[in-house]
């Protein structure tokens, strides 16, 4: 059974990816929870104070998956996991994608730790893409920063291409995750050598069929 707290997250949540920011407010909250306002305002005083508890939880589920790619084998498959792992769930925590820019701009604390967070996640990256380079996976860089802005380019993808899908669909579900996925990892290609293109078509071919 969940807690009140854990009602009321799980409540914001759904109507965050449903309804967008600007058109919940703690009263919506309580109002489908069926509860007083008093009663939420117990647990969170402010609409800010529950953007933030679900951010860092959004942050602490994207961590374990970074602390797992430290003991597992350096390969193309573990980036294609790591990115469709990461790109699910941004899905489950989309309203954040969809609202970036005002979150950013509204919430001093989710920006401040957002800066931060992406120092780590470019320093993880390109460790990543170093050991992928040692492997004879992806080549050497060729260009000066070349695989920090492959990161960057990364970033942006990966910050924005939930608003693309609201753009362009009628609706979006799980299933556009597939499509934008496909998308994203292709960015890679060209900075693989011959033994990580034959890899990179053997991941892809597996794709496909596990699709259907």
């Given at each position: 059974m969940k807690n009140t707290k854990e009602k009321i997250l799980a409540t914001a949540l759904d109507l965050f990816n449903a309804n967008g920011l600007s058109k919940v407010t703690l009263r919506t909250i309580a109002?489908?929870?069926?509860?007083?306002?008093?009663?939420?305002?117990?647990?969170?005083?402010?609409?800010?104070?529950?953007?933030?508890?679900?951010?860092?939880?959004?942050?602490?589920?994207?961590?374990k998956s970074m602390i797992?790619?430290?003991?597992?084998?350096?390969?193309?498959?573990?980036?294609?996991?790591?990115?469709?792992?990461?790109?699910t769930n941004f899905y489950t925590y989309r309203f954040f994608l969809l609202d970036f820019v005002q979150i950013m701009k509204g919430n001093k604390i989710i920006k401040s730790h957002y800066l931060k967070l992406s120092e780590l996640r470019e320093d993880q990256f390109?460790?990543?893409?170093?050991?992928?380079?040692?492997?004879?996976?992806?080549?050497?860089?060729?260009?000066?920063?070349?695989?920090?802005?492959?990161?960057?380019?990364?970033?942006?993808?990966?910050?924005?291409?939930?608003?693309?899908?609201?753009?362009v669909n009628k609706r979006i579900s799980k299933h556009i995750i597939s499509n934008y996925y496909t998308i994203i990892i292709q960015a890679i290609y060209p900075y693989?050598?011959?033994k990580g293109k034959k890899e990179y078509h053997a991941l892809i071919k597996v794709a496909i069929i596990n699709r259907y």
């Open positions: 109002k489908k929870m069926g509860i007083s306002q008093g009663n939420l305002n117990y647990h969170f005083k402010k609409r800010d104070d529950i953007i933030e508890f679900l951010y860092f939880e959004l942050v602490s589920t994207i961590d797992e790619t430290q003991s597992a084998e350096i390969n193309l498959k573990l980036l294609f996991d790591l990115s469709k792992s990461i790109m390109t460790d990543l893409f170093t050991a992928l380079v040692k492997k004879k996976i992806m080549r050497k860089e060729e260009l000066p920063n070349e695989y920090c802005f492959l990161y960057t380019r990364f970033q942006i993808l990966g910050d924005f291409w939930i608003s693309s899908a609201e753009i693989l050598t011959p």
